[in-house]
């Protein structure tokens, strides 16, 4: 072979070689990228799902706990005069539904 084919073959053997590494190395680059989201993704989801059990404990406290603090009597001892003011039984009846919801010992548990 002469020498000029020799020389144009090793050329277009590196050009091809130089375009395989950079397609290999964008390959890996981009797998990389889809790695990283997919990862991020992945907390989104478990991020979203422990969001929708505070949710769920919420939409609890607000439809059963909630109406229960406004059922509750207040406490009158036989010493308090029957006119007493409104602002006594009101603080008496929070205090009454702060007990009440302690008892039902609704834990967050994040």
Do not use: C, G, H, W
Not at 7 to 23: D, S
Not at 57 to 66: E, R
Request: proline share 4%; no cysteine; net charge positive.
């Amino acid at each position: 072979m002469r020498s000029k084919t020799v020389i144009t073959l090793l050329i277009i053997a590196t050009i091809l070689l130089l375009i395989k590494v950079y397609v290999a190395n964008e390959i890996y680059y981009t797998s990389r990228s889809i790695q990283k989201t997919t990862q991020q993704i992945n907390a989104l989801k478990e991020e979203r799902n422990i969001l929708k059990i505070k949710i769920e404990k919420l939409k609890y406290k607000n439809t059963i706990v909630d109406p229960l603090f406004n059922y509750l009597p207040p406490k009158i001892e036989p010493s308090q005069e029957s006119n007493s003011s409104t602002t006594k039984v009101k603080s008496e009846k929070k205090k009454d539904a702060k007990e009440l919801f302690e008892t039902i010992n609704i834990e967050e548990t994040f």
